[in-house]
Structures are given as structure tokens and as C-alpha cells.
């Protein structure tokens, strides 16, 4: 097969592996790199490698070496049990996924003009799944060496709520799309992906000036098609991203921070009366603030996510595990990005407030273990 690159015609050089011959759209096969092939990751590239349209560099770091040599052992509820698995690469940084520069052609003797070099292979997508954490660092920033301008396009499947924003500032004439992924999938060291929640998905552009919306338009509708020929259990274009975001929220806003300070599971936080003590609440001031913010949640949205797991759920969401194994979480784009909108909108959310400022607590507590002290009586 070869690699078709999606961009305006004139905008972007002959990739060298652009064949003449009229190709259909289930012709292409496209580069694509996917940072993060922790949990969500690595069946997001099982699947686009499953389509047969996509050559996947994964990076990883902590376990690149492992990988590399044994490859993953996936046991999925959508794909079956897969022993060894690998993607068309597996490399451990940044720099390693940059494609060589092509060699120079040596000149011909005969008098001919110098046939012009090549261009280099370049990335249709960057698919990133770690998490957002931008307090720790700056993705936008880390994956330049990977973006051609005007021709890769950006995919987030990523929690988060304004999470595009620093890469359309990044790369403003690149397409920036993301996807709001309901799916329960998570690593067992030391290579063991287990995925026993089915990957729905829901992609749609982030439209912005420095692209015109038919070229968003396009490119997103044309992942969306690669991702739904890989198997995965859903996968669906939405052109009101924002909406689909805020709507995530509901659920990802609640029971993923109540768990993790709790240390409960989500069916726990059901039938102990933090739905209606907490969950509710919150869910409540988040519709407040997507109201104020132009996006309008339903009492229905409301209620299909609060329950949407059920009471007997053992879940225990990212955040929690997070905690428990002293990793990073990633409350700053889940709640603190609702906080300080609110703020800037006037309005007010106390109960969300309190759980913000609580997740900061549990996690100034992890980066500042108790060496031990005396023990006071009071």
C-alpha cells in the first residue's frame, strides 16, 4: 500500500512514497505517531494497525525495553487475546520516531540536471494518549520535532476539557481534533495490557482560524474512518467537540476525583450516598458553568452519567490507581480547568472548589511522604 498524505493541494511536498496511480480512500495508508502506549494507548494503536491503513511508531519510555523484545500481551474485550503483539515500530523517545532525512542524490555525470532530493517521510497524525498534565510539562512543546506544518494533524484522545487550546497555538495551521474515549483498558507489568471495558469513541474537530473547517473537517472524518476499520466497538464523528468534552466532564469530573480521594470504587461512591452528597452537587455546577460558557447540558445528560455505571461497578478509575501507586494526577484539566472557568464566568462552585483543593492536598501528600514523627495524643 502507500502512504497518502491528507493536506490543501500545493500546501505540502510529494511525500516519496506517494505512488501516481488514483487511489480510493481504502487505498491510503498513513504514518502515524502515537505518544503514550500505556493502558488507552496501546489498543488505540492495535486498532489503527488493524485497520491495515496505518504504520504506528509507538514511543514509550519506562517500558520500551521490555516491549521492544516481548512485545505486549493484550488480553481484550474487543480484540481477543493477542501474545507479542507489536506495531510497525517501537521506539523509546521523541527524537528516535523523527524519520532520517533522506540522503542527497549524487550528481549525474551525464550533464542532466540534478534530479531535486526527495522529500522526507513525515507523519500524517500524531495520536497522543498520555495524560494532561500541564503542570509537569508542555506537550505542545515536546512533539514539535514530529509536526510538519500544515500537514500532520493532531488527535487527543486525552482527558481534559480545554486541553486543545496550547496546540492550535503550537501549530496554527495544522488541524487539531480530539476524542472523548469511554473505555476500561490498563497495563500489568511488564507488558500486559488488560482491556475489559469496550473503546467507544467519540472524534470531532477543533475548528480555528489558521485552518479552513473543510480541511478540519476532512482530516477528522478520515481518522474517524481508519479508526472504525480497526474494530473498534464504536467510534463516531461529532462536530461539536466542546459539547462532547463538557459532557465528559460529567462523569470524569466525579466519580474519577471522589474515587481517588476516597480510595472507594466507583459502584462504592453509588451505594454509600456520594451520588446524591457529591457526585450530584457537582454535576450541578458544571452544567452551571458550561451554561455560562455557551454549552448546554441537559437534567437528562446529567442523569444518564450519573448513572451510567452500575451500583455493583468494582471500577477503580485512573485517578484513583494514579494515587495509589504514587503517579501524577491529572486533576488540573479534569477540575481545575471547570474551577477557573467558573471563576472567570462568576460562577460560583463551591463543592467542586473543595474537591479541587482536596485532590491538591492528596497529591502535595504523595510528593511529600511522612518520613515519621512523634505520635501526639490530642
Known sequence: MSAHHLSPPGTVPTSPTTTTRPTSSHDEEFNIALLGAGGVGTIAALVLEKSGRARVTAILRASYGVVRERGWDVESVDHGERRGWRCFRVVQTIEDAVFPAPQPTPNIPTGAPTPMEAARERYDFIVICTKQLPDKYNLAEMITPLVTPGLTSIVLIQNGLFIHKPFIAAFPINVTMSAVSMIGSFTEAPNKIKHIGPDMLQIGPHYHPGVPDAVSLERTKAFVEIYGAGGAKECLFVDDMPKARWAKLLWNGTYNPICALLEVSVGAVQSSGAKEGLVMPIMR???????????????????FMANRSPVTSRWRPSMLLDREQGRPMEFEVILGDPV????????????????YELLKLARWKVENPDEGGEQHIG
Request: proline share 3%; no cysteine; glycine share 8%.
Open 285 to 303: 455546577e458544571l452544567q452551571a458553568v458550561a451554561k455560562a460558557d455557551g454549552v448546554a447540558l441537559t437534567d437528562e445528560d446529567l442523569e
Open 340 to 355: 477557573r472557568r467558573g471563576a472567570e464566568l462568576r460562577v460560583e462552585t463551591p463543592v467542586m472548589g473543595t474537591v
